[in-house]
């Protein structure tokens, strides 16, 4: 098997850039949130976001001024807070505008199948009546020449990057989640450029004791980047749980822009790389994130690196 | 013999109404909020056999903990299936998903759903007064699920004539309207509010009062609504939630994450007791798998 092992640094550096389309893998958990760091701390600008739904990773981005444009269904926090950054961007331009082309979850899931599939649209029953189609022109409504009646096209989308965190891969990108598996399996077939982030590498032996697990196949991955706890303060299913008190910390910054600010540079700009990250948040905390997912749900065989361990 | 809970929330209330819009016969697509605790209350106690279905593509999870998202971990918690986002989503299309039930910001007589952009006094879809999240799958859920719950609580400016942007379909403008648009699902059923429940006239399609909460009075709850709302000629009182419901709700959200946002208004918590309250909440239930 090829080794497409490299840093965090290394991979962001290569495979972003100012003006390049991104996805960002999964749905609140296992959101790479080591990677929005990494994307911040080397200043990428004017990147349009291409996904389904996203919550602190693209809040963060948003607040340090990554992107111009968003393809989305929903960007914001979720039960725990509100999307204050993105608020303050499209209403009040600051740091920067940031022009949103509306979607449904399904259907700009359906764009990433169309992309992964080799097709330039795929039709579906969502959206029809909506305003989204108002204010979204490249959503067409066409009679079904099969005769259903009316049914919405959703263009392709083939962005330039997808960062998509995992459980585990091997060295050159087979890599097998566990839990649920939102759209990362058209993702990784839909971006030119796929980079598999993981709570651990493991040997190619491994992955072929369960390869009905492998939801990406290596052929499909351009890098592979081990990074332990790589979604902290959001969850990885068999991994560890959300760290809700830490979020408060960020979103309670985020009322404000100095307040955000002044977060950036603490947990971002000032911090090297993701385990200075680790280091400061703290290794004990880490572990009992670990035990209150373990608690309720282990992955059979998989995590071979224990609390003990640690 | 129920026994009815003698201190509750408004919130509690509201959960407790909405989970009673769920059997065991459905095949629930639940949202974030409100919502999500329903799912779990109806779980809990009076629907053991209710198929939960959450967007990431989690099915019919048992957990020990209460989701915060539609796709945080407790969402595959010993669950039937661990799928993808697209292949819920393509269930729901197929016509599997019998209710689906989700909030919010702004609706209309037809239960037209916004949850976009308030656009405000002057303003537009590119530069509205108040961003939101967007339709996230709400819009999926109102074209194609059998039946929706909607849960909205009654203020000011909320129940309007117009509102800014359809996110999500009810029975846009009226009867005949969703099947011309050609959606696929039944619309709305039902929503459930902090004062009261209403429901849509077969006929017209219009939203109208059908049941209120301990203690309200109609003409309280027609000054939340810009139109002229109808009553049923059978309006009655809802019982209050049991002790059963309320103690199911402590239970899981311990803290009031979901149902209180006691995280925000209380400050950072610390995160010792945040661990605390999960691993007491967690080890507190028994499953039956």
């Known amino acids: 098997m090829k080794d497409k092992r490299m840093t965090l640094k290394e991979a962001v550096s290569k495979y972003t850039w100012d003006g390049c389309s991104l996805n960002i893998g999964s749905i609140c958990a296992r959101e790479p949130m080591a990677v929005a760091h990494e994307i911040i701390r080397q200043g990428r600008k004017n990147i349009t976001l291409i996904t389904d739904t996203t919550s602190d990773p693209a809040e963060l981005m948003v607040a340090a001024g990554c992107f111009s444009r968003i393809e989305a269904a929903y960007i914001w926090i979720g039960v725990v807070g509100q999307g204050y950054n993105i608020r303050r961007a499209v209403e009040e331009g600051i740091p920067n505008y940031i022009e949103i082309e509306p979607y449904s979850n399904y259907t700009a899931g359906l764009r990433l199948m169309a992309g992964a599939m080799g097709l330039p649209f795929l039709p579906t029953k969502s959206l029809l009546g909506s305003d989204i189609i108002t204010h979204n022109p490249r959503i067409k409504v066409i009679d079904d020449p099969y005769g259903s009646g009316p049914i919405a096209l959703v263009p392709a989308a083939n962005p330039d990057t997808t960062f998509i965190h995992v459980q585990r891969s091997d060295m050159a990108g087979n890599c097998q989640i566990w839990g649920m598996m939102g759209n990362d399996d058209f993702a990784s077939r839909a971006c030119k450029n796929v980079i598999i982030t993981c709570e651990e590498v493991v040997p190619t032996s491994e992955i072929r004791k369960i390869p009905n697990m492998t939801v990406i196949p290596e052929y499909a991955v351009s890098a592979v980047v081990e990074l332990p706890f790589g979604c902290h303060p959001l969850s990885v299913t068999g991994c560890y749980w959300m760290d809700n008190p830490f979020r408060q910390g960020f979103i309670q910054a985020s009322r404000t822009r100095d307040g955000v600010m002044a977060w950036l540079d603490e947990w971002v700009y000032q911090v090297e790389d993701h385990g200075q990250y680790l280091d400061k948040v703290g290794r004990d905390r880490l572990a009992k994130l670990q035990e209150l997912e373990q608690d309720n749900c282990m992955i059979p065989e998989i995590i071979s690196r224990t609390r003990e361990e640690m | ?289």
């Not at chain 2, 019998?98 to 910001?105: D, E, F, L, P, Y």
Request: charged share 20%; hydrophobic share 35%.
């Open chain 2, 1 to 289: 013999m129920k026994k009815y809970a003698e201190n509750y929330s408004i919130s509690e209330m509201m959960a407790a109404v909405c989970s009673l819009q769920l059997s065991n016969d459905d095949v629930a697509f639940v949202g974030v909020g409100i919502p999500l605790m329903a799912g779990a209350v109806a779980a809990a106690t009076h629907a053991p056999e209710v198929t939960i279905v959450y967007e990431g593509g989690g099915v019919g999870a048992r957990s020990r903990r209460m989701p915060w998202t539609i796709s945080d971990t407790p969402t595959t918690d010993n669950a039937l299936v661990a799928s993808t986002m697209n292949r819920i989503f393509s269930d729901q299309q197929r016509g599997y998903i019998t209710v689906g039930i989700i909030g919010g910001a702004e609706i209309d007589k037809f239960g037209n759903l916004n949850t976009t952009a308030i656009f405000g006094k002057g303003g537009s879809y590119d530069h509205p007064q108040v961003r939101l999240p967007g339709s996230g799958g709400a819009n999926d859920i109102a074209s194609s699920c059998q039946r929706t719950v909607i849960v909205m609580r009654l203020q000011k400016g909320k129940f309007v004539n117009k509102i800014d942007f359809i996110t999500s379909p009810g029975f846009l403008s009226g009867p005949g309207a969703r099947e011309k648009a050609g959606l696929l699902g039944g619309g709305p059923s039902a929503v459930v509010t902090d004062r009261g429940l209403f429901k849509f006239d077969a006929e017209t399609k219009e939203m109208y009062l059908d049941a209120i909460y301990p203690g309200m009075t109609v003409e309280q709850i027609k000054e939340y609504i810009d139109w002229d709302l109808k009553v049923s000629p059978h309006l009655y009182e809802m019982e209050p939630p049991t002790e059963e419901q309320i103690e199911v709700m402590h239970t899981l959200d311990p803290m009031g994450t979901v149902l209180g946002s006691k995280s925000l208004k209380g400050g950072i918590q610390p995160f010792d007791v945040y661990y605390e309250a999960l691993k007491k909440s967690y080890q507190s239930r028994t499953l039956s798998l």
